[in-house]
């Protein structure tokens, strides 16, 4: 085996056995910046020189950490048990009072929003609590620090104690998925060659236990599709997730698929990606394990656009519809699940102008039937479009 010990500057350098004056077969090499470092990694370790000499490459830390574990075993301490802060403690509010955070200067605070005494009700407040923003959890569990070394999470109605912490260096966004299990943070590092990609790294992060469930690796332009913003040209969230509250399936669009991943291994549903060419949007049901995606019109117009809804982990065309002259789409979930409605804005006959209708897809009902709203006055403009939270 050759084994390779990666440091962060540009440096090479071997071993040598005295008497003999042949190499350890091992050596080190130092690269700029630690990015470059992690990608040589990544790109090289595990590669087969031939059938009996595996490429391994290892960080300098790694060693380091190896020196430091104890020569005699000694048993596992075991820690008494603590009860924790019920973290849901402040659903429970006599008033029904709602918490909002702001964060100015170098103060961050929490207050209950009394919207009776039309005054806020302070909870806690921390100087230099984050270096970058703070957000809430999807359902408001947990408050999120960003940090240079990563992001933390704290919990409480009132004390928020720290309860972990998730170690990404230069981290610039993050997200929680809907059911509060996984945490997504994104990282952008510019390469010491202008002529490169912009590097990004994206970690999948399990919120109770810190642990890594997967990390997704490469150029800006392989997270550019898709998403609503971001930074360095990547789309944010890349990450959309679908099956409800136990945060079942992830998926992001690619060029010409739709990559949807399970969360009990991690992986591709199927070991592969959907197929959807010229695919721009996609959008999970909130309830339901059922992905609606969009392709727009193709060849100037002969391929009619569509909306398609595909049922996973089997990858099943439950309904499809073909739309015409369309100029954007845009796709709206009801709350239940029960109804879909897609925003189409469509072109008139002279091409000069756009007119909006919507497609209601019944989604409980047999076959998925298809309603077809449009307004009596075409040159009305349609500025915003919500569902009842509740109701149809």
Known sequence: MVRLVLLRRMAF??????DTHKTLRYCFIEYNTPQEAELAKEKTNGYKLDRAHIFAVNMIQDFNRFMKVPDEWAPLEIRPYVPGENLQSWLADEKARDQF???ASSDTEVFWNDARHLKPDPVYKRAYWTESFVQWSSLGTYLATVHR????????ASTF??????????VKLIDFSPGE????TYSGHEPSNPRDANRVVINIFDVRTGKVMRDFKGSADEFAIGG???VAGVSWPVFKWGGGKDDKYFAKIGKNMI???ETESFSLVDKKSLKAESVVDFSWSPTDPILAFYVPELGGGNQPARVSLVQIPSKEELR???????????LYWQSNGDYLAVKVDRYTKTKKSTYTGFELFRIKERDIPIEVLELDNKNDKIIAFAWEPKGP
């Open 228 to 230: 609503t913003g971001g």
């Open 13 to 18: 350098g071997c071993l040598l056995i005295p």
């Open 149 to 156: 070394q990563g992001t933390a999470v704290w919990g409480g």
């Open 101 to 103: 955070v702001i964060r």
């Open 320 to 330: 499809q519809k073909n739309l015409f002259s369309v100029s954007d789409c845009k």
């Open 181 to 184: 299990k996984y945490l997504v």
């Open 161 to 170: 104690n720290q309860l972990m912490r998730y170690a990404h260096p230069q």
């Open 259 to 261: 990559s949807v991943y």
